[in-house]
């Protein structure tokens, strides 16, 4: 039996709007043991807010409530704030879907990534700045010691995403939550950021928790997959057999992809059944 890391049960997310409230994520209930679990589905189907939700970091005045939330038997919806930025720093890392709003402005890369590796580790400045610059070749990042010096905003999208990488795997955290990690990355970089997650579950144990769009990319490196349509599990399934997939949304989405071997001139439209969501939660705004 693989051992379970976290176990989710009936997570709901929550916005108060004008017209009523808002539900974002409904009910969802999963479990990560030591794995590459994928979350794939359509923009707005509430993967990310899944992947905040579990480290309570929906904004007010979203509200999340959930049966639970437990990393290896400990609740964490029972934390107080304070323990649950220990938890934060250290058991569950996540890599946001916009790296450079995680980053801090106005401090060098450098600085932070030193800042974080002594935060963990009792470690001098010199031996902390050796240890960041080989973090940042390991994501890949050739010219390390000019990034070290240079600030948030003269990174590009993908050059952030690595770093922040980098950076959520210095306290070796049990579980990673991946939101979109590769999309801003070209191929052959995207490959390498992989690698190194892929590691990590493999060598360490860690859960990984990887949200994308890209269905060949989850079916390829995923081990299982939720596939969320209007923030419900629609369904799950191992990843290699993704597009073997019964669910008339998974297949809409499968089949609306764009094929090489079997172009088409056209993508195919979803089609969609308000079975699969029950009532919309809110009524009157379509
Ligand atoms: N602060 C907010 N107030 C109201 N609704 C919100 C708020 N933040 C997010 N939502 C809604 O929650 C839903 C789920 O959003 P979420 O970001 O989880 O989608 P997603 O699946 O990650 O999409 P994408 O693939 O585009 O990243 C969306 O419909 C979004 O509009
Ligand atoms: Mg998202």
Redesign the pocket.
């Known amino acids: 039996m693989m051992s379970t890391l976290l176990d989710v049960q009936n997570l709901w997310?929550r916005?108060p709007?004008r017209n009523g409230v808002?539900d974002?994520?409904r009910g969802v209930s999963f479990t990560l043991g030591r794995e590459r679990l994928g979350i794939v589905?359509?923009?707005?189907?509430?993967?990310?807010?899944?992947?905040?939700a579990i480290l309570r970091l929906?904004?007010p005045?979203?509200i999340v409530e959930a049966d639970q939330i437990s990393l290896e038997g400990q609740d964490l919806m029972k934390l107080s704030e304070k323990d649950m930025r220990a938890v934060r720093g250290q058991r569950i890392s996540m890599v946001m879907?916009d790296p450079k709003f995680s980053l801090n402005p106005v401090m060098t890369i450098g600085d932070q990534i030193i800042e974080a590796y002594r935060l963990h580790n009792s470690a001098s400045k010199a031996d902390a700045y050796n240890k960041s610059l080989e973090m940042l070749e390991a994501v890949s990042i050739r010219d390390a010691e000019r990034v070290m010096r240079a600030y948030p905003h003269e990174m590009s999208g993908g050059m952030g995403q690595r770093i922040m990488i980098a950076m959520m795997l210095i306290p070796n955290p049990e579980i990673l939550i991946a939101?979109?990690p590769t999309s801003a990355l070209d191929v052959s970089v995207q490959r390498q950021v992989l690698d190194i997650m892929d590691k990590l579950v493999k060598e360490r144990g860690m859960g990984l928790i990887f949200?994308s769009?890209d269905l060949n990319l989850v079916a390829d490196f995923c081990d299982r997959v939720l596939i969320?349509y209007s923030?419900r599990i629609v369904e799950v399934c191992d990843a290699d057999k993704l597009h073997e997939a019964k669910h008339p949304y998974t297949r809409g989405l499968l089949n609306s992809l764009p094929r090489l071997d079997a172009p088409r001139d056209r993508l195919e439209v979803l089609e969609r059944d308000p079975e699969w969501s029950e009532a919309p939660s809110v009524s009157g705004s379509e």
């Open positions: 997310v916005f709007t808002f974002a994520v589905g359509e923009s707005g189907s509430g993967k990310s807010m899944t992947g905040r929906i904004r005045p979203g879907q939101d979109e949200i769009h969320m923030g």
